[in-house]
């Protein structure tokens, strides 16, 4: 079940008050779309092993040499002891041997979960961003009333 909809008529509010309804969305805005940046990367990662793991799969028998990352910018050759498994993170740390076909089901399953969820966040950043939209419309429009008023007072006040 998804929590009930909040809905706030902004013709009731003072512009201090939309301003910071503004500032609130702003902030929410932010954060989503940096959520959503972690996310791409994320699945980006869980791309490049799926592709290294069918790139294992798909290699010869006999081609048993790798380069092993010790940093971004340093690798040693390595060999490596099983030709039909492979280490997977599974988070935090934590790795598990895996046959090549369970890793790369694994690997399709946590690009395909991000992928559910990148479009959910999309939805909601959308979404955020037209109520900001709106937001600022309503704000630019009392802004402009105010400006008004305060205009014609000080047409009255220099006709007294």
Do not use: W
Request: charged share 25%; with cysteine; aromatic share 4%.
């Amino acid at each position: 079940m998804s929590a009930p909809k909040e809905t706030l008529n902004l013709d009731t509010l003072e512009p201090q008050q939309l301003a910071q309804v503004k500032k609130q969305l702003d902030e929410e805005i932010e954060h989503l779309t940096q959520s959503f940046s972690q996310l791409h990367g994320a699945q980006n990662k869980f791309k490049e092993c799926l592709r290294c793991v069918k790139a294992r799969s798909d290699a010869s028998p006999d081609a048993n040499s790798v380069l092993v990352p010790l940093t971004n910018s340093l690798y040693v050759r390595g060999e490596l002891t099983s030709k039909d498994s492979v280490l997977v993170d599974v988070g935090t740390g934590f790795m598990i041997e895996k046959k090549l076909p369970a890793a790369t089901q694994f690997y399709e399953d946590k690009v395909k979960e991000l992928s559910n969820s990148l479009k959910e966040l999309e939805a909601i950043v959308s979404q955020k961003q037209m109520n900001l939209r709106t937001i600022e419309e309503v704000l630019r429009h009392k802004m402009m009333q105010a400006q008004a008023q305060a205009q014609a007072q000080q047409g009255e006040q220099a006709e007294e």
